[in-house]
């Protein structure tokens, strides 16, 4: 399917500015490791989130096998790690690379985070290495707080997938990035921040921030001896050159995209939104559609006016065939929301016209709401 309003559509910086990095990289012959852009990279992402602990990475998914070894150490086939089943496939991949056993815990239905009583009582029920929640969508979750003190009390370190979320604040107006023992970005084509393929994991903790540094470089403590649990995870410098120029640009790709959002909230009717997604930096909208909303059709019905939409992350974990097997609490509120949850566009191609003509249809098709 073509659409004219695809889901995602990456906002990139001009290409004058972009072929000027290229000319300084190849000029210097630093391609990689820790070279002038990526530590201007990785200093600017640490003043933009006021963290001392930053580690880029060549994706989220590599910061977060670091974040998850660095943190938790390695499994013995036995040692479980909490997460939530309506997330996306990353994370309980790592977990597995690790040898750690997965556990799935459904989320709470207002935020779309783990329900923390969920998780408490997975904890409660055989040998826990950590937690490795999720901030649904890049979406600052309003438990944060909840999920600390849970950390804090079982004594477990607390990872958070952020991947989605660079540019979102978490209810107190701070960004997010800071929160638990390190938080994970992903900057992925699909992300608001987009340089390709590319990630970073972030800490409160300046020493938690040089060991996941660490490990994206084969665990060498500045020399070349291995210390400690390690790989090439590391970004290139062409990369971290597009991260410099979209650090500068994500306030404005941002302010524009909640501007879209308040076109989509003025006409939701009985449709409802994620709590605090107005702070976030909005990959793409997640909605709530009403109970009873026939929502293959919905999504049939907006690609016959040329939108995309989509079902992130529908079907969840514990549905995918690689991960049926995976140990697992009671998930009602996961298997509602996963046939509830429509994915829509809010990148800067969506015009109020188009919200008005997707809200009509979503409207129509439901016969809940209507008339705008
Ligand atoms: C995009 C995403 C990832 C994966 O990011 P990569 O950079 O592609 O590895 C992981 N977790 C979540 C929640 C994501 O949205």
Not at 145 to 173: C, H, K, M, Q
Request: avoid cysteine.
């Amino acid at each position: 399917m073509s659409s004219s309003h695809p889901l995602i559509r990456p906002e990139f910086p001009p290409t004058e500015h972009v072929a000027a990095d290229y000319a300084a990289i190849t000029a210097s012959g630093r391609f990689s490791n820790f070279g002038p852009f990526e530590q201007r990279f990785r200093a600017g992402i640490g003043r933009r989130l006021g963290v001392d602990g930053v580690a880029t990475y060549s994706s989220a998914t590599t910061g977060l096998i670091a974040a998850i070894g660095t943190l938790m150490g390695r499994g013995d086939g036995n040692r479980r790690v909490i997460l939530p089943s309506f997330t996306f496939a990353a994370a309980v991949q790592a977990i597995e690379l690790l040898d750690f056993v997965p556990v799935f815990v459904d989320i709470e239905p207002g935020s779309l985070g783990v329900d923390p009583e969920r998780a408490r009582e997975a904890i409660a029920d055989g040998p826990v290495a950590g937690l490795l929640f999720a901030n649904p969508f890049g979406i600052g979750s309003p438990l944060v707080s909840e999920w600390e003190r849970l950390a804090s009390e079982a004594a477990l370190p607390l990872v958070i997938d952020s991947a989605a979320g660079f540019g979102s604040e978490y209810p107190d107006g701070t960004p997010i990035g800071g929160r638990g023992d390190a938080e994970v970005f992903s900057f992925h084509a699909t992300k608001p921040l987009a340089v390709g393929e590319g990630g970073a994991v972030t800490s409160r903790d300046a020493d938690i921030g040089e060991r996941l540094r660490s490990a994206s470089n084969f665990g060498f403590d500045g020399g070349r001896e291995s210390v400690r649990m390690g790989f090439n995870g590391k970004l290139s410098e062409f990369a971290a050159a597009l991260g410099v120029r979209q650090l500068e640009r994500i306030d404005r790709i941002v302010e524009a995209r909640r501007e879209v959002l308040g076109w989509y909230r003025a006409r939701l009717g009985a449709h409802s939104l994620p709590s605090n997604v107005e702070r976030s930096s909005l990959a793409f909208l997640p909605v709530v559609l009403a109970a009873g909303a026939p929502r293959d059709e919905l999504v049939g019905a907006l690609a016959g006016i040329g939108v995309e939409a989509r079902t992130y992350y529908a079907p969840s974990l514990h549905r995918h065939p690689r991960f049926a097997d995976v140990p697992r609490g009671p998930l009602e509120v996961t298997e509602d929301v996963e046939q509830r949850i429509l994915s829509l566009p809010v990148h800067s191609g969506i015009d109020e016209g188009t919200v008005e003509e997707i809200a009509r249809v979503l409207g129509g098709a439901t016969g809940i709401v209507d008339p705008w």
